[in-house]
């Protein structure tokens, strides 16, 4: 059926077929002769149908006076443009918005976002330089990948990178499958002889629509790569940051005018300006942050040092310090962001005398299907109507503190006998990667979209894979008081540190849970940072990153046989120090904190 359909579909599109058998002209038809026409005028009624009425063919109303040739589900209840995404496609080859089951996307081809007049909106999905499946937005001055999470390194996603077949495709029960390791279900799999579509929608958001025919032709979301839209990039444009709360508004950041009245997503336009000599203050916005555009790599520092940093930094205009005191410098107000519980405040340079304003807010609207759309409201400064007003909780005081403060009473324990590891590690850590790999040091947070807290982000291995990933134990590289450790390699040819925990029987499955979670906080270039952990039956086992070279006591110590090319010299020793100095430090002021 398909390839007839596909046949079907390159006559009407290229409008030069020369199949010979004439056909009624009434509206309703299924063939466009040669030298017959479809008229824009009658765009309601003329329009082309499949022999059994599934598809339709005509030009389609984008607005009053713009029309688009299009293909659309004759079945579905209307084409109306609101909903957004019932132009389907313009070809089988060339996916516009949508890819239907038996569709591929391929390295050429991507899925494109129509913006409200139906030409080409700033969202995209398709295969990355790494052969990963991800969300781009590119407004042409602003560009980044929003998904798979970017927060997370693509191990911690799920996703496999390299695999340069690049290719995915939603089968016809609704699953959906792609070489990166992308994997998701509609909420119906598995029901037979519904239709169903994946469609990047004009918000910006992936989402996969199944058709109820029984109830009159209506799409429903059977599955959305977001169910928090403050996370897709852009939203709210610049100098916005996209309250959660739990439907999306944009709120315009001090300063108060937009820059296109009639769209909000082109953001807002600072009413201040920013001089580098003149004197300036900080206003905190707690439970928020800016993606991208960082000036520095999210170092660790007491938050004084931060906001100084960024006080005499011209470029500057806002830096975000988080839990683990993380200080992240930024020059750009973009992707912003806020809802309870994101970790973190952000604070925003304005003049000393600047007034900060109430935040105005934009707000969104769902329609029938759940999609969330842009409601109209002329400039951010007309708002006044009271429903129209967030006020967010800021702070004019930069010695606001927002970090969190987690229950570190279990860390100690913990650490102590993670500890010998960690300062053999820590050292040459600091000493051997000053290159850093690509993802290596991608930032990890707590949180997903809606408002999901995931306490624990470890990749979680069975036994038989840690069997199989030591080779049954064989290469001992050091043994602590706690428990034995072992190299492997893991199934993404990740070379690792298994650590076999010892006397860790009576301890319960939510004990071993909750000293993760706190393990899982710790972000730091020094302390060896944890990728997985294995929990069946009696085994405990950690997995850590792999450091090359041995361990540092083996240096210092272990001198029989060695060359003298190996010893280190007192300048590398004395880095290696501060290294586990740094290292100590961060573990013992977060325990304070
Ligand atoms: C990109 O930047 C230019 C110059 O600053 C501006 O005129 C234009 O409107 C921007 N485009 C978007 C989509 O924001
Ligand atoms: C790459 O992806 C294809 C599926 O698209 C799969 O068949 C193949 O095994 C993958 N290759 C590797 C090395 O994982
Ligand atoms: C911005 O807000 C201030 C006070 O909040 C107001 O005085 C000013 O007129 C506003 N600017 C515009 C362009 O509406």
């Known amino acids: 059926m398909n390839s007839r359909l596909a046949t079907f579909l390159l006559l009407v599109i290229t409008l030069s077929s020369s199949r010979p058998c004439p056909r009624r002209v009434d509206a309703a038809r299924e063939w466009l002769s040669r030298g017959a026409s479809i008229a824009v005028e009658d765009h309601a009624t003329d329009v082309l149908r499949s022999p059994d009425g599934t598809f339709a063919a005509g030009f389609y109303d984008a607005s009053p006076t713009v029309f688009t040739f299009s293909v659309w589900f004759a079945r579905a209840a209307d084409r ?115 239709r169903r579509r994946l469609t990047l929608d004009t918000d910006g958001n992936l989402r996969v629509y199944s058709l109820n025919e029984a109830a009159g032709g209506t799409w429903s979301v059977s599955w959305m790569a977001f169910g928090n839209p403050c996370n897709i990039h852009g939203v709210c444009g610049a100098n916005a940051v996209c309250h959660y709360s739990p439907e999306p508004l944009c709120v315009c950041a001090p ?42 790599d999210g170092e660790v520092m007491p938050f004084r040092d931060c906001a100084n940093k960024c006080l005499e930094n011209c470029a500057c205009v806002v830096f975000q ?108 850590g600091c000493w051997l990667f000053s290159d850093k790999g690509l993802f290596r040091r991608s930032r990890v947070y707590a949180i997903e979209e809606g408002y999901k807290l995931i306490t624990s982000h470890f990749h979680r291995y069975s036994y038989a894979e840690i069997k199989k990933a030591t080779k049954n134990f064989t290469d001992v590289i050091g043994r602590g008081g706690s428990g034995v450790v072992y190299k492997g390699v893991v199934d993404d040819e990740r070379v690792v540190a298994v650590k076999v925990l010892k006397n860790v029987s009576r301890q319960s499955e939510e004990e071993f849970q909750a000293e993760l979670s706190v393990i899982g906080r710790i972000y730091h270039m020094n302390p060896v940072r944890m990728w997985g952990c294995c929990s069946q039956g009696k085994h405990r086992i950690l997995v850590s990153e792999y450091i090359e070279n041995g361990s540092l006591a083996q240096k210092l110590f272990d001198r029989d046989g060695s060359d003298d090319d190996d010893v280190l010299d007192w300048n590398q020793r004395f880095r290696i120090a501060i290294g586990v100095a740094k290292g100590l430090a961060y573990l013992h002021s977060e325990c304070s904190e």
Not at 128 to 157: K, R
Request: hydrophobic share 40%.
């Open 80 to 194: 109306a443009i609101d909903s957004g995404g019932n132009a389907l496609w313009q070809s089988f080859d060339f996916p516009t918005d949508t890819l239907f089951p038996a569709q591929w996307l391929t390295a050429a081809t991507r899925l494109v976002s129509c913006d409200r007049l139906l030409s080409a909106g700033y969202y995209r999905l398709g295969f990355s330089d790494y052969a990963m499946l991800s969300l781009f937005y590119d407004n042409g001055n602003f560009s980044s990948i929003y998904w798979p999470n970017p927060y997370f390194s693509y191990w911690q996603n799920n996703r496999r990178i390299y695999n340069f077949s690049r290719e995915a495709a939603i089968d016809a029960l609704g699953q959906f499958l792609s070489s990166d390791g992308t994997n998701f279900e509609a909420a119906d799999l598995g029901a037979g002889g519904v």
């Open 321 to 428: 310090y988080k839990e683990h005191m993380e200080c992240y410098l930024k020059s750009v107000l973009f992707n912003g962001k806020t809802f309870p519980g994101l970790p973190g405040t952000v604070y925003i340079k304005v003049p000393a005398d600047f007034h900060v304003p109430e935040f105005h807010v934009h707000q969104w609207q769902r329609d029938g299907v759940g999609l969330a759309i842009q409601e109209d409201i002329a400039g951010c400064a007309a708002a006044t109507d009271g429903d129209r007003k967030v006020l967010l909780k800021i702070s004019a005081s930069i010695s606001t503190r927002d970090a969190g403060k987690p229950v570190w009473s279990y860390l100690y324990g913990f650490m102590s006998a993670l500890l010998v590891v960690e300062v053999i590690v820590i050292g040459l």
């Open 255 to 296: 300063g108060n005018e937009s820059v296109d009245k009639s769209d909000w997503s082109r953001g807002y336009r600072p009413t201040f300006r920013l001089e580098c000599a003149q004197p300036t203050k900080l206003v905190a916005l707690p439970h928020s942050d800016f993606w991208g555009y960082d000036l520095n």
